[in-house]
């Protein structure tokens, strides 16, 4: 404690790193209640939108899965639009909008498209207990050689390590992207790995992140 003390004010111990129970720390994270189309029966009164511009590698992947988008959102009352001429996309509530957050959802949904992660992934971030984060790996290590050999047994031969990472947590790991998918306890989960394999488990606990 004295430790992180002189370390700065923002460096305090977290509520889910002082519970010894780690199963009872990530069930905190859990969704009690999925969203029911009935708590908003008039649906929206105004129009929210998003647009998210696109690189233009991504065109021929986009003009492919564009349908298959465009009818997940369509489930939840949310218009889209690919711009092809510009290069952006674009959703936006309607009346039939009844979830106020899924606009946001929609928001993750353009972003991810747009980081080259693959449509059939990236919709699963329509779902209520799913959500995503963007960890720069590169930033964490102490040195670029330590970044390079840890990624090297981070991702493990043929990319053993990180296939058996995924399946355990049920998550969707880009490294190349360094973007994660997946419910809040495995991103809770797996940025702790990613502070563990690219720090070290003494700095880790020192800094008390």
């Known amino acids: 404690m004295e430790e992180l003390k002189s370390l700065g004010k923002h460096n305090k111990p977290k509520p889910w790193d002082v519970d010894p129970d780690m199963e ?4 905190r994270w859990a969704v009690e209640k999925k969203f029911d189309p ?5 649906g929206m009164l105004e129009v929210s939108s998003f647009s998210r ?6 065109e021929k992947h986009l003009l492919k899965c564009w349908p298959r988008v465009k009818s997940a959102l369509k ?14 996309m674009t959703v936006s509530t309607t009346k039939k909008t009844r979830d106020p957050y899924i606009i946001v959802k929609a928001r993750d949904l353009l972003r991810l498209l ?22 720069n790996i590169g930033r964490l290590a102490p040195s670029k050689e330590k970044f390079l050999i840890t990624r090297v047994l981070f991702l493990g031969h043929k990319s053993s390590s990180l296939k058996t990472l995924e399946t355990s947590t049920n998550c969707f790991i880009r490294l190349q992207l360094q973007t994660l998918l997946g419910t809040y306890q495995a991103l809770t989960l797996l940025g702790k ?3 563990l394999c690219m720090i070290g488990f003494k700095r880790w606990k020192h800094t008390g992140v």
């Open 24 to 27: 009872r720390c990530l069930e």
């Open 38 to 42: 009935t708590w908003n029966p008039t």
């Open 53 to 58: 511009v696109y690189p233009q590698r991504r």
């Open 75 to 88: 489930e939840h009352g949310v218009s889209c639009e690919l711009n092809l001429v510009e290069r952006y």
């Open 114 to 135: 747009s980081r080259s992660v693959p449509a059939r992934q990236a919709l699963k971030i329509l779902e209520d207990d799913m959500s995503y984060d963007i960890i």
């Open 193 to 195: 790995i990613c502070f």
